[in-house]
């Protein structure tokens, strides 16, 4: 049986807000660095919004185990426009997102993950490595889910993890309303299940029945191998 000092996770923040849930990732992963066998822990943040990839970077400057990035996840590589949410959080690619203004927004940078993925040198999974990837995007979940789908990546993450099912975001875009099937057919079809995690924001307060990432974490470890734990 291999140590926990033998593996690495990877916790892939997509949507950052002010990274509250990398944060609280980062307190479980000092949980599971107590000991003399320590893993390899990673983040890699992502979050369109200039200003909360700037204080991201700022209130993280000091831990060189997070990585942020500002870029729209998207359905191309690109520039794409990011339409100004209602309240803080909500800042979203789709114009017809019913909680962003429509009339603001600006260019931003658009990356496909497939893409980010590859230039990460991350599209190789070793035996003893965990993925993990948290996305609230705003609409975009049928951006993420469409390009994994497509690019055979589901198999690259071990849980998947959002404030919702990825597919709620999408109820929120008109014109994405008939893609939500779509989506659910996809998760289904790839064995996905996207379970609750969020820390909360001043608008939406934390999730009751949060996921025990902690204890799933511990679980992959004790069997050895992660595509075990969901055989």
Known sequence: MNG????RINFFDLGLFTGNETAEFLRLADQLLEGRERPIVCVYGVDADPAYAAYCKQR?????RVFVFQFAVGSQDGKTQLYVGHTPEAHSIYRKNHCVNSGVSRIVREVRCSTFLRDLGLLDKSPLTINIIKANIEGAEWDLISDLDEHDLFGLFDIYLGADQWTADMLKCTDLLDRVGEAKRILVRRGVTVYPWCMGTDNYPMQAGNYDLLAAIR????VGEPDLVHA
Do not use: E
Request: proline share 8%.
């Open 60 to 64: 993280f400057r000091d831990n060189p």
């Open 219 to 222: 679980r992959y470890v004790a």
């Open 4 to 7: 926990l000092g033998d593996w």
